[in-house]
C-alpha cells in the first residue's frame, strides 16, 4: 500500500500535465468550430475574458485578500499594458490565425514562444549570453531551429498528408454543409497570413513575459494580477469590438457552441488550468511543465481529423517536428541554468552565514532573496494559461 501510494504521489504532476492538454486541446478544437460557424473572434474574445475574470475574482479576493498590495498609477499602466498584449493583441491575431489554417497548425506553431521569449530577454539585456557554456549553445541553437521550423511552416505547404482514420472522408460534427468549410483546402494566401497572425500573436505574447517580468516583483499577488488583467482586457476588446464590428447582431449568443467555447475557454483554460498548472510548476519546476506542450499538438491533431476533418500538410509536419526538436533544446539549456544557480545560491548561503554578524545576515537575506525572485520570475512565465490559455506553456524561456 505504501508503494502504492508512493507511486502515485509521484503520478499526479505527470496526471495533471496531461489532463491539462487534453482541456487545452479541447478549447482550441472548439474555438475552430465557433469560428466556423461564424461567430466573431473578437466577440469571443470579449466574452472568453468576462468569464475568466467572474471565475478568478472569487478566488483572488478570498485567498489574496491581506496579500494584495497597493495599487499605483505606475503598476496600473503596466496592467493596462499587459491587457493589451494579452487579452487583445494576442487573442485576436491568435483566433485569426486559427480561422485561417486550423487548431494542428496554430497549435504546433504557437511552440516557437521560449525561444522567441528568448531573443527578446537578451535584446532587453534580461538574459546573459556566455559563449562558452554547453547550455548559452542549446538555447542558441534551439533558437534558430524554431525560427527555421516556423518558417518552413510559413513558406512551404506541401502535399496533403492521408491520416487513416480520416481517408473515408469525414462529414465533421456538423455535417454536410459545415463539412466543407471544416477540412477545406487551404489556399497559399490563407496559410502565409494564418502563419503570420499567428507568428504577430506570439510576439505579443512574449512581450507580455517581459512585462509580467518586472510587474510581478511589484504586485505579487499573482490572482489578482490575473483578475485585473482579465478584467482590464475585457473592457479593452469592447472598445476594439464596437470599432471593428459596427453589427449589433454579432454580440447575440444564445446556449450554443458560440457560449460553450466562451465559457470553456474562459473557465477551465484561463481558471481551471491557471491554478492547477501553478502548483504543478511549484511542486516540479516550470521546464516540466513547459514539456508537455508538444503532447497537446499531437491531441489536437487527432481530435481536429476526426470532430473537424481537418487537413494536415507535410511542411506543417516538418516545420512542428523542427520547432519541437528546437523548443526542448532551448528548455534543456534553461533547465541546465536553473540547475547551475541552485548550486550557486547553495554554496553561497553558507559562506554568507559565516560572515561577522549583521553583515553576513544581510547578505545571506540578500541571496535568499535574489533566488526568490528568480523562482517567482520563472513561476510568472510558466503560467500561460493566466490570461491567455492557448495552452502553449513558456516556462523557463526567460
Not at 498590495?69 to 485569426?96: C, E, H, R
Not at 491557471?274 to 487527432?302: C, D, K, N
Amino acid at each position: 500500500m505504501a508503494r502504492c501510494g508512493g507511486f502515485v504521489e509521484k503520478a499526479k504532476p505527470y496526471i495533471a500535465m496531461i489532463s491539462l492538454q487534453f482541456g487545452y486541446a479541447g478549447m482550441n478544437v472548439l474555438t475552430k468550430v465557433s469560428l466556423n460557424l461564424g461567430m466573431s473572434h473578437y466577440v469571443l474574445v470579449v466574452y472568453r475574458h468576462a468569464f475568466a475574470t467572474l471565475s478568478i475574482a472569487p478566488l483572488a479576493l478570498v485567498l489574496e485578500r491581506k496579500v494584495r498590495p497597493k495599487m499605483t498609477w505606475s503598476i496600473f499602466f503596466q496592467i493596462f499594458v499587459l491587457a493589451l498584449l494579452g487579452p487583445v493583441i494576442d487573442q485576436n491575431f491568435y483566433y485569426v490565425g486559427l480561422k485561417f489554417t486550423g487548431p494542428t497548425f496554430a497549435c504546433a506553431m504557437s511552440n516557437i514562444l521560449p525561444a522567441m521569449t528568448f531573443v527578446m530577454a537578451v535584446i532587453f539585456r534580461m538574459e546573459k549570453l556566455d559563449m562558452k557554456k554547453v547550455r548559452c549553445q542549446a538555447k542558441i541553437a534551439g533558437t534558430l531551429v524554431t525560427v527555421a521550423g516556423a518558417m518552413l511552416m510559413t513558406l512551404y505547404k506541401g502535399p496533403l498528408m492521408e491520416l487513416m482514420w480520416s481517408r473515408h472522408g469525414s462529414a465533421g460534427v456538423h455535417g454536410g454543409a459545415e463539412a466543407p468549410a471544416a477540412g477545406a483546402d487551404l489556399s497559399g494566401r490563407d496559410w502565409f497570413l494564418g502563419s503570420l497572425f499567428v507568428i504577430i500573436a506570439t510576439l505579443a505574447w512574449a512581450s507580455l513575459f517581459i512585462l509580467q517580468t518586472h510587474t510581478i516583483k511589484q504586485y505579487s499577488a499573482q490572482l489578482s494580477l490575473t483578475t485585473l488583467i482579465c478584467f482590464v482586457g475585457t473592457l479593452q476588446a469592447v472598445v476594439v469590438t464596437f470599432v471593428m464590428e459596427r453589427r449589433t447582431s454579432v454580440w447575440t449568443i444564445g446556449f450554443d457552441m458560440n457560449l460553450l467555447a466562451a465559457a470553456y475557454a474562459g473557465i477551465v483554460t484561463s481558471s481551471i488550468a491557471y491554478y492547477v498548472q501553478g502548483l504543478v510548476i511549484q511542486r516540479t519546476g516550470p521546464v516540466f511543465a513547459s514539456a508537455f506542450s508538444p503532447l497537446m499538438m499531437i491531441i489536437v491533431a487527432v481530435m481536429g481529423s476526426f470532430i473537424l476533418a481537418e487537413k494536415i500538410y507535410l511542411g506543417g509536419v516538418l516545420g512542428a517536428v523542427l520547432i519541437v526538436f528546437g523548443l526542448y533544446s532551448v528548455l534543456w539549456g534553461k533547465h541546465k541554468e536553473t540547475q547551475e544557480k541552485e548550486a550557486d545560491a547553495m554554496m553561497a548561503l553558507p559562506m554568507a552565514s559565516k560572515g561577522d554578524g549583521a553583515t553576513g545576515g544581510v547578505a545571506a537575506a540578500e541571496i535568499a532573496g535574489g533566488v526568490r525572485d528568480d523562482v517567482e520570475c520563472n513561476t510568472a512565465n510558466g503560467v500561460r494559461s493566466s490570461s491567455n490559455g492557448r495552452g502553449t506553456t513558456a516556462a523557463g524561456a526567460v
